[in-house]
């Protein structure tokens, strides 16, 4: 029933009524409301909420319970007035976990609440799911179990106007404990496609957020996160610790969640068994039917699994992979299989689950898309992420990444498959080389840019530890010349400290010289170029750490004190800035050592390869 629009006699009331709820004042509230025509069916906002409504969206459950109480059966009637969104009084107490008493006194005095819809098609059921709020749907979904056994079709809870389910809803809320009781409640909304043809297990493939632990490369949050107990619903103290257990508690249960729907929904096998009518190209000629060729592809939805992929959700990828490894084989609508969109997305963890797939990367490996792109054609189409990345991603670094890719897919295709042609004329190699042009320019301007400052940074630090050695600290004696302070236990210190400072930071001046005199080709950009940065970045640091610690040795010779805290003050004071310029390169440092070390790995593998040797039995055909 729709609400009738009563002249309001006085906006003061409103004020006061508005005031008193949003401030917790239920006494109030109750007195205004006995004084009103309309009593706690006023309407109090401009969207047609009631005093009732209010209440029930602010979780005021005893005010809520005790306006109840104060209706006499002739007003029942009305508490199935509706706001502006068309929601029921019942609808917005499903906002919240605290009124699961109101919601009961409210169905005891109008049980059609439980089955009216919103303008979406929602029943307070579903509004609940689409809240994530798991303690009120429990107790609706028991009344609804109460209501279905009385004939009521249980369709109408289970689903809104646009085919979405209560799954797809608690999926979106990220409520996966909800979404598990649904699932195992309610198991035929498992195979349940929304509007847009997606199952539950679909919609959580495109939902990388789940799974996102979200302490990234903070060492403090990571370490808390591994041993933080996220199973007891106890509540921690301390803010950071409580946000990051219900962190990792949602990532979790969102793992539970994906085991239960991997194993019961079937739309990993929505595609279709198709031949590949895509024929691989070996020369830039082409009969008449090619063109026909390349429009004969079926067209096919994507699965969980390649909608993970491309998401990143790497844990529905095992857990797809683990249950049914024969989903490996499944190709979109654009004909690429798991690695043509795991290369396209650039998602490492899941190229590395794949290729150790012995058999399934052999059947892979060959494989082209409706494009003519095979695995190494992909190198050169990457999509781009909405994700923010944490690490610094600079031209060089992401020109270096897809050549180490581009090598190593290169080792996994076959020599037929490096040799193909996509429907372009293009070899992989050709395509790579015209699509990084540009990033290759960047990513020269950018290596040169970095160059010539540390190598003005190293020079500065040269020039001062160079004059140092000249104004020893204590100065020297006027007759014979040595200094006065050698022997001093500090002055070992401080001399070689600053030996050592003006080796390293003129070695970095000659990598970076190196560096600026490059001829930038492009396989350069794979290892040579960082490992000489690395190599330039590491002598600058341990240039700036040395002449740090002359300089604390040249503090502690010229104003010692016998009291040691004055000391390590002074140590504090002195490495302050290797700390600072520590901290400022960390990020690039850490990803030029990746590099470096993938470059040692590589070379272990060249000189030591591993051998492994599986043993199969043999089958006994006489049985």
């Given at each position: 029933?729709?609400?009738?629009?009563?002249?309001?006699?006085?906006?003061?009331?409103?004020?006061?009524?508005?005031?008193?709820?949003?401030?917790?004042?239920?006494?109030?509230?109750?007195?205004?409301?006995?004084?009103?025509?309309?009593?706690?069916?006023?309407?109090?906002t401009?969207?047609?909420?009631?005093?009732?409504?209010?209440?029930?969206f602010?979780?005021?459950?005893?005010?809520?319970?005790?306006?109840?109480?104060?209706?006499?059966?002739?007003?029942?009637?009305?508490?199935?007035?509706?706001?502006?969104?068309?929601?029921?009084?019942?609808?917005e107490?499903?906002?919240?976990?605290?009124?699961?008493?109101?919601?009961?006194?409210?169905?005891?005095?109008?049980?059609?609440?439980?089955?009216?819809?919103?303008?979406?098609?929602?029943?307070?059921?579903?509004?609940?799911?689409?809240?994530?709020k798991?303690?009120?749907?429990?107790?609706?979904?028991?009344?609804?179990?109460t209501t279905?056994?009385?004939?009521?079709?249980?369709?109408?809870?289970?689903?809104?106007?646009?085919?979405?389910?209560?799954?797809?809803v608690?999926?979106?809320s990220?409520?996966?404990?909800?979404?598990?009781?649904i699932?195992?409640r309610?198991?035929?909304?498992?195979?349940?496609?929304?509007?847009?043809?997606?199952?539950?297990?679909?919609?959580?493939?495109?939902?990388?957020?789940?799974?996102?632990?979200?302490?990234?490369?903070?060492?403090?949050?990571?370490?808390?996160?591994?041993y933080?107990?996220?199973?007891?619903?106890?509540?921690?103290?301390?803010?950071?610790?409580e946000?990051?257990?219900?962190?990792?508690?949602?990532?979790?249960?969102?793992?539970?969640?994906?085991?239960?729907?991997?194993?019961?929904?079937?739309?990993?096998?929505?595609?279709?068994?198709?031949?590949?009518?895509?024929?691989?190209?070996?020369?830039?000629?082409?009969?008449?039917?090619?063109?026909?060729?390349?429009?004969?592809?079926?067209?096919?939805?994507?699965?969980?699994?390649?909608?993970?992929?491309?998401?990143?959700?790497?844990?529905i990828?095992?857990?797809i992979?683990?249950?049914?490894?024969?989903?490996?084989e499944?190709?979109?609508?654009?004909?690429?299989?798991?690695l043509?969109?795991?290369?396209?997305?650039?998602?490492?963890?899941?190229?590395?689950?794949v290729?150790?797939?012995?058999?399934?990367?052999r059947?892979?490996?060959?494989?082209?898309?409706?494009?003519?792109?095979?695995?190494?054609?992909?190198l050169?189409?990457?999509?781009?992420?909405?994700?923010?990345?944490?690490?610094?991603?600079?031209?060089?670094?992401i020109?270096?990444?897809?050549?180490?890719?581009?090598?190593?897919?290169?080792?996994?295709?076959?020599?037929?498959?490096?040799?193909?042609?996509?429907f372009?004329?293009e070899t992989?190699?050709?395509?790579?080389?015209?699509?990084?042009?540009?990033?290759?320019?960047?990513?020269?301007?950018?290596?040169?840019?970095?160059?010539?400052?540390?190598?003005?940074?190293?020079?500065?630090?040269?020039?001062?530890?160079?004059?140092?050695?000249?104004?020893?600290?204590?100065g020297?004696?006027?007759e014979?010349?040595?200094?006065?302070?050698?022997?001093?236990p500090?002055?070992?210190v401080?001399?070689?400290s600053?030996?050592?400072?003006?080796?390293?930071?003129?070695?970095s001046?000659?990598?970076?010289?190196?560096?600026?005199?490059?001829?930038?080709r492009?396989?350069?950009?794979r290892?040579?170029?960082?490992?000489?940065?690395?190599?330039?970045?590491?002598m600058?640091?341990?240039?700036?750490?040395?002449?740090?610690?002359?300089?604390?040795?040249?503090?502690?010779l010229?104003?010692?004190?016998?009291?040691n805290?004055?000391?390590?003050?002074?140590?504090?004071?002195?490495?302050?800035?290797?700390?600072?310029y520590g901290?400022?390169?960390?990020?690039?440092?850490?990803?030029?050592?990746?590099?470096?070390?993938?470059?040692?790995?590589?070379?272990?593998?060249?000189?030591?390869?591993?051998?492994?040797?599986?043993?199969?039995?043999e089958?006994?055909?006489?049985?």
């Open positions: 029933m729709n609400i009738t629009v009563s002249r309001v006699d006085d906006d003061w009331t409103n004020t006061e009524l508005y005031n008193a709820l949003s401030m917790g004042q239920d006494m109030k509230v109750f007195e205004i409301c006995r004084d009103l025509t309309n009593g706690p069916f006023h309407i109090l401009i969207h047609h909420d009631t005093v009732l409504h209010t209440a029930s602010n979780k005021r459950n005893r005010l809520v319970v005790a306006l109840l109480g104060s209706l006499n059966e002739s007003q029942f009637e009305k508490l199935t007035w509706i706001n502006s969104s068309g929601n029921t009084i019942l609808h107490t499903t906002t919240n976990n605290g009124t699961v008493e109101a919601a009961r006194e409210m169905l005891c005095r109008a049980p059609s609440l439980l089955m009216m819809t919103n303008k979406l098609g929602e029943t307070p059921l579903f509004h609940a799911a689409r809240h994530g798991t303690k009120i749907f429990k107790f609706l979904s028991d009344e609804v179990e279905v056994r009385k004939g009521a079709n249980v369709e109408t809870f289970l689903l809104r106007n646009d085919k979405s389910t209560i799954l797809h608690a999926i979106l990220q409520n996966f404990d909800l979404a598990i009781f699932a195992q309610y198991p035929r909304l498992i195979a349940a496609k929304d509007g847009d043809g997606l199952t539950g297990l679909q919609l959580l493939a495109c939902n990388p957020s789940a799974f996102d632990n979200g302490v990234g490369n903070n060492f403090l949050k990571k370490l808390i996160y591994n933080i107990d996220c199973s007891s619903e106890k509540r921690s103290r301390v803010p950071m610790f946000e990051i257990r219900k962190i990792k508690h949602r990532c979790e249960s969102g793992k539970e969640l994906a085991k239960l729907l991997v194993e019961k929904d079937k739309s990993w096998k929505a595609t279709k068994s198709r031949l590949d009518k895509s024929r691989a190209k070996f020369h830039k000629y082409e009969g008449h039917d090619a063109a026909l060729e390349k429009r004969d592809f079926a067209w096919a939805p994507d699965t969980p699994l390649l909608l993970a992929t491309k998401s990143g959700c790497t844990d990828v095992k857990e992979l683990n249950v049914y490894p024969q989903a490996v499944h190709i979109d609508g654009d004909g690429r299989n798991i043509h969109v795991a290369i396209k997305y650039r998602r490492m963890d899941i190229i590395d689950i290729t150790n797939m012995a058999h399934s990367i059947r892979l490996r060959g494989k082209i898309d409706k494009k003519g792109y095979s695995l190494l054609h992909m050169s189409v990457q999509a781009k992420d909405n994700k923010a990345d944490d690490d610094i991603r600079n031209p060089a670094l020109l270096r990444d897809d050549l180490i890719l581009f090598e190593r897919m290169r080792k996994v295709c076959t020599t037929l498959s490096r040799l193909q042609l996509n372009n004329g992989a190699e050709q395509m790579l080389l015209d699509k990084t042009t540009q990033l290759r320019v960047d990513a020269k301007e950018w290596m040169k840019n970095t160059a010539e400052n540390c190598s003005i940074v190293a020079v500065l630090i040269a020039t001062v530890a160079f004059a140092a050695a000249y104004t020893v600290p204590g020297p004696n006027q014979t010349g040595y200094p006065l302070l050698k022997s001093k500090f002055f070992i401080f001399a070689l600053d030996a050592l400072s003006l080796t390293f930071s003129l070695t001046v000659i990598v970076f010289l190196s560096i600026l005199t490059s001829s930038f492009l396989n350069d950009f290892y040579t170029l960082h490992n000489k940065l690395l190599l330039g970045l590491t600058l640091i341990l240039s700036v750490s040395m002449m740090m610690v002359a300089f604390a040795a040249t503090l502690i010229t104003i010692s004190s016998s009291r805290w004055t000391n390590v003050l002074l140590y504090i004071i002195s490495f302050f800035p290797v700390t600072v901290y400022s390169y960390i990020h690039l440092y850490k990803l030029l050592i990746n590099a470096f070390c993938e470059k040692v790995w590589a070379v272990k593998e060249a000189i030591f390869p591993a051998c492994v040797v599986t043993i199969l039995p089958a006994d055909f006489t049985s």
